[in-house]
């Protein structure tokens, strides 16, 4: 595994795209920390600048970062020798996972990293702001989160057998199925759907939606969803010809 771990950073590190990612994410977090100037800050409102204002664009992020592994073998048929010198499926999925994951995780945090400078430089903070464990604890679920996403990516793309299309399959499933459930279900359904559940765990009051707080399985919700996306692609993969169009 660590054989594999070490393949797959140093290919998503060779990739112009990762690079373009990476740089595309921490712009975006310092640019928009510019329309904080001159406000006063406190916990609350840094968790909303550094985790919840930028959440879908690291999320989007990490399912690019996730997503490149099995869509670019699949799509430059590559395929083949990366199974030559990786032959076991099931832990060649595994291993691009947790790669995705530490990657994914480590975008987010890179980019609360190079933003809270920025915020503090530009703001009137409160003193007790770096004090207050909630932020810290929000940083952290904020960067989980995006580590999750990138693992679901791994799968997905194993799956569909295209990064672009898996980029895609996440947006919608992010940006438009889960709210428009939300619309039909009621605030209630937040907490029981993936990508809604994160938004809740990592918000400042678990209720960045005004629908509620996260229910006692949110945390269980998108782990489960993972589970079952990497075990569907762990079939698909070991029973399909990786080769075959």
């Known amino acids: ?14 990739l112009r795209s990762s690079r373009a990612v990476v740089a595309a994410v921490v712009a975006f977090a310092l640019l ?13 409102g840094a968790v909303f600048h550094l985790v919840q204002r930028d959440l879908a664009v690291r999320w989007l992020a990490a399912a690019a970062i996730g997503a490149q592994g099995f ?9 083949r020798p990366t199974l030559l010198a990786f032959p076991r499926r099931g832990r060649l999925l595994a291993g691009r996972a947790v790669a995705a ?3 994914g995780t480590a975008v987010a945090l890179l980019a609360s990293a190079a933003s809270l400078p920025l915020l503090l430089a530009l703001t009137r903070r409160d003193g007790r702001l770096l004090a207050d464990p909630r932020l810290w604890r929000s940083l952290a679920l904020g960067a989980a989160t995006a580590g999750l996403v990138a693992a679901l990516a791994v799968g997905l793309a194993a799956l569909t057998r295209g990064a672009g299309l898996t980029v895609v399959l996440v947006a919608l499933w992010a940006g438009l199925l889960e709210p428009l459930a939300v619309a039909v279900l009621g605030g209630g359904a937040a907490a029981l759907l993936p990508f809604l559940s994160m938004l809740q765990l990592a918000a400042w009051s678990g209720d960045a939606l005004g629908v509620g707080a996260a ?17 569907a692609a762990a079939v698909a993969l070991a029973r399909r010809d990786p080769t075959a169009p």
Do not use: K, N, Q, Y
Request: overall charge positive; proline content about 5%.
């Open 71 to 79: 869509g670019d073998d699949f799509r430059h048929g590559t395929i």
């Open 32 to 44: 928009a920390d510019l329309t904080a100037a001159g406000r006063p800050l406190d916990a609350e």
């Open 215 to 231: 229910g006692p399985l949110s945390a269980a919700v998108f782990p489960l969803c993972l589970a079952a996306v990497l075990a």
């Open 101 to 103: 994951a530490l990657a």
């Open 1 to 14: 595994m660590s054989r594999l771990l070490r393949f797959e950073w140093r290919r998503m590190r060779s």
